[in-house]
């Protein structure tokens, strides 16, 4: 048998390994050195870890007993030192000398720590492997305020695990844009201010110059002066290859051990794979390249016929609860690139991709990565796109089964492994498949990051055939994270009684814990809509813009709208406008489509105090609401007027505003039929005739223009107030979240509707239900004022200037 040493004991390595025993389990004999204490684990979960998901033993890939089973000699916690490459020895810090005919080196990356003073003082780390991970989780119980240096991959992750760990974070970058390397500035600000919603500080643009403090650190020292507190330093600013003991060996090294595209290095018989591996000047930093090298070096060393190794086009996801996004290839335009985009601003939905010769060169979706297999396949393919339709046109969760149906063989489903749709279902038909864990077993499908399991599980369902419930197939789920729908979801809560946003998910199995943005709000809004008063609202669940109850501009400021019920205001109230808007040097005022005025271009950490100047309430200019109430001047002044709109219109806004809808809700009321509030194109508009009011309703004048039904006619203000009340709780009780009226009343018809207000108990109990829901509504710019660890949890800023 031939001897095969293996140095290092990581992913790269070990898969290697995996396939070897794969293609040629007898051929040779193994020994693995790993210098950490550990069997080998899933680094890529450490995330996790922080972040709470998992634990330790999960992390396992191959426990120690699959090595027996393989016979593969282990020296876990043994270094090697050295490597004779004359005798074909290596030799560990421990002494102990292993000959080898075939040597791989594995020894992936190590952190980098910044050569600067103070930082190999206590409480400064990486975030590298399990003892870093431990030495953080310990610090959290003790300390309460970290820094991470570096708003990449691997910084955000573990800022977002710091939080979940209890402590406030500031994550300190070098550039202006978060995750430069693999967004532009749009996607880029959209993930700043979605960070920034869950809690994180981010101080942009600042170079670290020392770490201070005496024995521990204390805070650091920025090249601009200014300084920062710390009693905990993560830094994330990147990887170097862990090349020493090839160099020292003689073996060619340049940033990492040079390789040919079979994995050679330039000694015979030795070769390198994974992060310490450089191929064609490359250093690969995701699991997927280092797999897909593996599988050629196990060919080679096989003595099959390998493939060269090419390199790889790379793929990345962020793994932070309510972020999703993706990056692939090119990011920036040049004069032979050409833009495809969507940026839906209120959704916060971003979609670009980069074309050049009718070819896609890169991709960067956030907010919705429906489309990124579909793309990812065309780039790295290097299909034509002339005549194709790049994204899906319907921007909320379709049905997952028509989305596999519709999916080609080939398209990649589990990106780290390199697994295509085509080979789950052959593995699920030709195995018998019928579980996750077998289909993962089988093709390695799910076994990294585990972001593709809610893909295989659909895989898995739909493949299963006879089993597969087609009424299921047909049905749309809320999103990728579960196939429940909207219906069965709310049946659920109320069946079972479930009353948070975490239990739902965890009672119901969704399949990825921590939801993402599409479910979580909506979770939140059917919880509020059925437990009525006694919901407890979960503000981290809702969409970033309600979270901070103010609009996130283009450049990550915000917009001031206060209320201005029905668009009327007074001498001293625009007098405080504008003593605010000087006072905080406000870039932009502006009268608004809904009749008030807007103060835009304003600093997050300004908010409260901004709030608190004005005393007026919040205009909800950005919420899933009441947004505002139109009216004409109507009978007060106007000579046609018949009616007293501008009193409705504020009787309305205050009897609804703060009330949580599926989606925006907009108002008009006009005193006569020349309708000046344009109450025909709104939510529900109001239009004053002789003796009563026509009550129009589904009118809308934004991308989907409709003009509003006529619903009904009433005598009385008292008779409005009633009717709109019973027509917005149905609306609340049985629209899907994110359902504007007019998509409503088309789905549901408006004669149906009609047939449901026109019963007087109907439309009492609807109104009953209202009226138990709008008690619990306070006034949040307010409560923010009143509330410190809500200002310091949202709004705050944590950078100290030198001598404050
Ligand atoms: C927190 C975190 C999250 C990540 N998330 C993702 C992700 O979501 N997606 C993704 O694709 N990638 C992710 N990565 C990157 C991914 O984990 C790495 O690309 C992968 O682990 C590299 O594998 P490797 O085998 O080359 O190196 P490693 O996994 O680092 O293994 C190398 C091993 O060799 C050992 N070693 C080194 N020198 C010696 C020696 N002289 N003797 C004996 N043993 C030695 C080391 O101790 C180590 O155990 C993440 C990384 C981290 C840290
Ligand atoms: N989800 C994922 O795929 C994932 C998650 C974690 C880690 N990883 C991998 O782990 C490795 C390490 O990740 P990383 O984020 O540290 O590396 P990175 O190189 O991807 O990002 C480092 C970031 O730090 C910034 N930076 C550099 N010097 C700085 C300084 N002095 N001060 C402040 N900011 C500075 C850079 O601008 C860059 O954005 C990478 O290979 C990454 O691909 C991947
Ligand atoms: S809608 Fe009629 S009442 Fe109102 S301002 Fe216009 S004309 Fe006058
Ligand atoms: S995409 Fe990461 S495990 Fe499948």
Not at 65 to 83: C, H, M, P, R, S
Not at 238 to 243: E, L, M, P
Not at 290 to 315: D, F, H, M, N, W
């Amino acid at each position: 048998m031939r001897k095969l040493v293996m140095i290092g004991n990581g992913m790269a390595g070990v898969r290697t390994i995996e396939e070897i025993l794969k293609q040629s389990p007898e051929q040779f004999e193994i020994t693995i050195f790993g210098q950490e204490p550990y069997p080998n684990y899933n680094r890529i979960k450490l995330s996790n870890i922080l972040q709470g998901d998992t634990n330790f033993d999960e992390i396992i890939i191959n426990p120690l007993d699959w090595y027996k089973e393989n016979n593969i000699q282990l020296f876990t916690g043994e270094t090697v030192a050295n490597i004779d490459v004359e005798a074909k020895r290596v030799i560990s810090n421990q002494g102990r000398e292993v000959d080898y005919d075939e040597l791989i080196i594995a020894t992936g990356s190590n952190s980098f720590i910044l050569p600067i003073p103070g930082a190999d003082k206590k409480g400064v780390t990486g975030f590298r492997d399990i003892q870093d991970c431990e030495m953080i989780i310990k610090s959290a119980e003790q300390y309460k305020k970290a820094v991470v240096i570096g708003g990449g991959l691997l910084g955000l992750e573990a800022a977002r695990g710091l939080l979940n760990l209890g402590m406030k974070v500031d994550v300190v970058h070098l550039m202006p844009h978060l995750m430069e390397r693999q967004l532009d500035p749009i996607a880029s600000s959209l993930l700043r201010a979605e960070l920034e919603s869950q809690g994180m500080n981010f101080l942009m643009e600042k170079e670290t110059v020392e770490i201070l403090g005496d024995e521990r650190v204390t805070g650091l020292r920025f090249k601009d002066g200014s300084e920062v507190e710390a009693d905990l330093v993560v830094m994330a600013i990147g990887i170097k290859s862990n090349t020493a003991v090839a160099k020292n060996s003689g073996i060619y090294v340049n940033r990492g051990i040079v390789v040919n595209d079979f994995m050679e290095t330039s000694v015979p018989n030795v070769y390198a794979v994974g992060e310490c591996a450089e191929h064609r000047e490359i250093v690969y930093g995701f699991v997927a390249p280092l797999y897909e090298q593996g599988k050629v070096l196990a060919e080679r060393i096989c003595g099959g016929e390998a493939k060269p190794y090419a390199g790889s086009v790379t793929g990345t996801q962020l793994k932070v609860a309510g972020v999703d996004l993706f990056s692939a290839g090119e990011i920036f335009e040049d004069g032979s690139t050409k833009s495809i985009m969507i940026y839906n601003e209120y959704e916060g939905i971003y979609k670009r991709v980069l074309t050049r010769n009718n070819l896609i060169v890169g991709i960067v979706l956030y907010g919705d990565t429906k489309d990124s297999t579909k793309l990812f396949r065309m780039l790295t393919k290097k299909e034509d796109i002339s005549g194709v339709s790049i994204f899906q046109t319907e921007c909320s969760g379709s049905g997952a089964s028509d989305d596999i149906a519709s999916m080609p063989n080939d398209e990649l489903v589990c990106g780290c492994n390199g697994v295509t749709k085509g080979a789950i279902v052959e593995a699920i038909q030709t195995q018998g498949l019928t579980t996750l864990d077998q289909v993962s077993h089988c093709t390695n499908a799910g076994r990294s990051c585990g972001r593709c399991k809610p893909m295989v599980s659909s895989i898995l369902a739909h493949t299963l055939g006879d089993q597969f419930d087609s009424a299921a197939a047909q049905k749309t789920s809320i999103c990728s994270c579960t196939t429940i729908s909207r219906e069965e979801l709310v049946a659920e809560i109320k069946a079972k009684g479930l009353t948070s946003v975490k239990e739902v998910m965890n009672v119901l199995e969704w399949n990825n814990e921590e939801g993402c943005t599409k479910c979580r709000p909506a979770i939140n809004y059917y919880l509020g809509m059925i437990h009525m008063d006694e919901y407890k609202d979960d503000r981290d669940s809702r969409l970033v813009n309600e979270k901070m109850h103010a609009n996130i501009q283009k450049d990550g400021t915000y917009s001031v709208v206060p209320r201005m019920y029905g668009g009327v205001t007074t001498a001293a109230d625009l007098k405080k406008i504008a003593e605010v808007a000087e006072k905080y040097n406000v870039p932009l005022v502006k009268l608004t489509g809904g009749q008030r005025i807007g103060l835009f271009g304003v600093k997050k950490e300004d908010l409260p105090a901004m709030w608190e100047e004005l005393d007026m309430p919040s205009g909800y200019a950005y919420g899933k609401t009441l947004r505002t109430v139109k009216t004409c001047v109507g009978a007060q002044f106007c000579r046609y007027g018949t009616q007293d709109s501008m009193a409705l219109g504020i009787e309305l806004e205050k009897k609804f505003e703060r009330l949580d809808t599926p989606h925006k809700v907009k108002m008009g009321v006009s005193a006569c039929p020349r309708n000046c509030s344009e109450a025909g194109i709104k939510d529900i508009g109001f239009v004053g005739i002789d003796g009563g009011w026509e009550i129009y309703v589904a009118g809308n004048g934004g991308v989907d223009l409709r003009p509003g039904d006529l619903l009904c006619t009433v005598k009385t203000q008292a008779e409005v107030m009633k009717m709109t009340g019973a027509y917005l709780q149905y609306y609340r009780e049985t629209a899907n979240y994110l359902e504007r009226t007019s998509k409503w009343v088309e789905r549901v018809g408006l004669d149906h509707v009609k047939e449901v207000l026109a019963d007087e108990e109907t439309r009492k109990a609807l109104n009953e239900r209202m009226n138990q829901t709008l008690k619990k509504y306070i006034e949040p710019w307010n409560e923010a004022i009143q509330n410190e660890e809500i200002q310091d949890k949202y709004y705050a800023q944590h950078t100290i200037k030198v001598g404050e």
